[in-house]
């Protein structure tokens, strides 16, 4: 299954729900479509089908549960979570994923009665789905960012610990304010919320009230960054399926019993057949093999060059592979084993900097997946190239921080991140 499918459900089962077919990497394959949930079960043949829960139904957040193993975690995470419910958690589904490096457990909570209308509601429209989720947690994942979709008649807020709510517009003022005070508590003391980053998505069908929506962000975030959704908000929830880490609803007593006559099918092939299939797959992997080694020997030497254009002030690099992952462990003061984001922007980097004259690397630091560098420019311009040039290949995020002018041009400092997925 290459295509997915997924269908964002209304506020109840006789709502129109809105769906869309999505590639391998979350990217949209057609327009959003809207009707009956029972139309987008014409859409579900040879699809994985991703449901989404409305966000305002489902509790979002993690608990600090120390026991191991899927069934003692479920028992454990209603008592985690007591406190933080009005409602009697014997009338709560909840469900949990895997513990994050802070120790803590991802957990989704639903009304028990709620959930199970849905349940109803999907198999009699004749949809099984792979996964069901809250869409919440399609909202975009940055580092250290607090994130928001606004749409007509709702806002979803996501914070850098995870934690993610649906709200009424009427409540927001008082929903960043205690964000706000999240945020201090989290990061601590030291750390002013107002300074806090901020990337909030505006629906393009808010039309004349967008800037009344950024006003109310600017004033507890006044450097909060914006951009509108042209495609609508199912695209943007869309993309964020594709991460590790999301909450399966479709846990305990509701999870999707095993159906072997229809997962094994029949395998009576004939054993010449799979001699012949064992033959070949050999001859293509020793073929590979071979075409590999060479690809290896280039991507070092090109690896050398970028690594001696982003960092002149390097050594002789013998093995470039080792020593980028020692200076990836220097700038970071981490252990090895981290993901391949920082090979990515120095590759990047050392394909844009020799083309900007008289621009070098001065500093850099890497935390957190966030490269931060401090460059010496002729002038502002080419930091603004540089920011452009970077963020042209979609893969990155770059804010500049900071342009101050010196004798010899210009001392910038810019920020670069992997974009959300």
């Given at each position: 299954?290459?295509?997915?499918?997924?269908?964002?459900?209304?506020?109840?089962?006789?709502?129109?729900?809105?769906?869309?077919?999505?590639?391998?990497?979350?990217?949209?394959?057609?327009?959003?479509?809207?009707?009956?949930?029972?139309?987008?079960?014409?859409?579900?043949?040879?699809?994985?089908?991703l449901v989404l829960i409305p966000g305002i139904q489902t509790v979002v957040t993690s608990a600090d549960i120390p026991v191991k193993g899927l069934a003692k975690q479920l028992q454990v995470a209603s008592f985690a979570l007591e406190d933080q419910f009005a409602e009697d958690i014997g009338q709560?589904?909840?469900?949990?994923?895997?513990?994050?490096?802070?120790?803590?457990?991802?957990?989704?909570?639903?009304?028990?009665?709620?959930?199970?209308?849905?349940?109803?509601?999907?198999?009699?429209?004749?949809?099984?789905?792979?996964?069901?989720?809250?869409?919440?947690?399609?909202?975009?994942?940055?580092?250290?960012?607090?994130?928001?979709?606004?749409?007509?008649?709702?806002?979803?807020?996501?914070?850098?610990?995870?934690?993610?709510?649906?709200?009424?517009?009427?409540?927001?003022?008082?929903?960043?304010?205690?964000?706000?005070?999240?945020?201090?508590?989290?990061?601590?003391?030291?750390?002013?919320?107002?300074?806090?980053?901020?990337?909030?998505?505006?629906?393009?069908?808010?039309?004349?009230?967008?800037?009344?929506?950024?006003?109310?962000?600017?004033?507890?975030?006044?450097?909060?960054?914006?951009?509108?959704?042209?495609?609508?908000?199912?695209?943007?929830?869309?993309?964020?399926?594709?991460?590790?880490?999301?909450?399966?609803?479709?846990?305990?007593?509701?999870?999707?019993?095993?159906?072997?006559?229809?997962?094994?099918?029949?395998?009576?092939?004939?054993?010449?057949?799979?001699?012949?299939?064992?033959?070949?797959?050999?001859?293509?992997?020793?073929?590979?093999?071979?075409?590999?080694?060479?690809?290896?020997?280039?991507?070092?030497?090109?690896?050398?060059?970028?690594?001696?254009?982003?960092?002149?002030?390097?050594?002789?690099?013998?093995?470039?592979?080792?020593?980028?992952?020692?200076?990836?462990?220097?700038?970071?003061?981490?252990?090895?084993?981290?993901?391949?984001?920082?090979?990515?922007?120095?590759?990047?980097?050392?394909?844009?900097?020799?083309?900007?004259?008289?621009?070098?690397?001065?500093?850099?630091?890497?935390?957190?997946?966030?490269?931060?560098?401090?460059?010496?420019?002729?002038?502002?311009?080419?930091?603004?190239?540089?920011?452009?040039?970077?963020?042209?290949?979609?893969?990155?995020?770059?804010?500049?921080?900071?342009?101050?002018?010196?004798?010899?041009?210009?001392?910038?400092?810019?920020?670069?991140?992997?974009?959300?997925?």
């Amino acid at each position: 299954m290459s295509s997915t499918l997924i269908i964002r459900l209304g506020l109840s089962p006789d709502q129109d729900a809105s769906w869309l077919i999505t590639g391998p990497e979350g990217e949209a394959q057609g327009e959003e479509q809207r009707g009956p949930l029972a139309d987008a079960a014409k859409d579900a043949s040879d699809c994985r089908v991703l449901v989404l829960i409305p966000g305002i139904q489902t509790v979002v957040t993690s608990a600090d549960i120390p026991v191991k193993g899927l069934a003692k975690q479920l028992q454990v995470a209603s008592f985690a979570l007591e406190d933080q419910f009005a409602e009697d958690i014997g009338q709560m589904h909840f469900a949990v994923g895997a513990r994050r490096d802070d120790g803590r457990i991802p957990v989704t909570a639903i009304s028990l009665p709620i959930f199970q209308d849905w349940l109803d509601a999907l198999r009699e429209a004749g949809i099984q789905a792979n996964a069901i989720y809250s869409e919440l947690q399609g909202l975009p994942d940055i580092p250290g960012t607090v994130t928001a979709i606004v749409e007509p008649g709702s806002v979803m807020l996501r914070l850098p610990s995870g934690e993610a709510f649906a709200i009424d517009p009427v409540m927001l003022d008082t929903v960043l304010t205690t964000a706000s005070q999240i945020i201090e508590q989290t990061a601590g003391k030291e750390v002013d919320a107002a300074q806090a980053q901020v990337m909030v998505y505006l629906e393009h069908s808010l039309g004349n009230q967008r800037e009344q929506w950024m006003e109310k962000f600017r004033a507890r975030f006044p450097g909060a960054e914006f951009r509108e959704m042209a495609a609508g908000s199912l695209p943007q929830l869309a993309a964020g399926l594709f991460r590790k880490g999301l909450v399966n609803l479709q846990q305990g007593k509701f999870a999707p019993k095993s159906n072997w006559q229809r997962v094994i099918k029949p395998w009576r092939l004939p054993a010449t057949l799979a001699a012949s299939l064992l033959v070949v797959v050999c001859l293509v992997q020793a073929a590979t093999l071979w075409r590999l080694a060479s690809v290896e020997a280039q991507l070092d030497a090109a690896l050398e060059v970028s690594l001696k254009q982003v960092f002149p002030g390097s050594a002789r690099i013998n093995d470039p592979r080792r020593q980028l992952d020692m200076l990836q462990q220097s700038l970071r003061g981490q252990s090895p084993g981290s993901s391949s984001q920082f090979l990515d922007t120095v590759v990047a980097l050392g394909s844009i900097l020799p083309a900007l004259k008289d621009t070098r690397v001065e500093t850099a630091s890497y935390r957190n997946q966030v490269l931060d560098l401090r460059l010496k420019v002729p002038d502002v311009t080419t930091l603004d190239q540089l920011q452009k040039r970077m963020q042209e290949s979609g893969h990155f995020q770059v804010t500049i921080q900071s342009a101050n002018p010196r004798s010899d041009g210009v001392e910038g400092r810019i920020e670069i991140a992997g974009s959300a997925p």
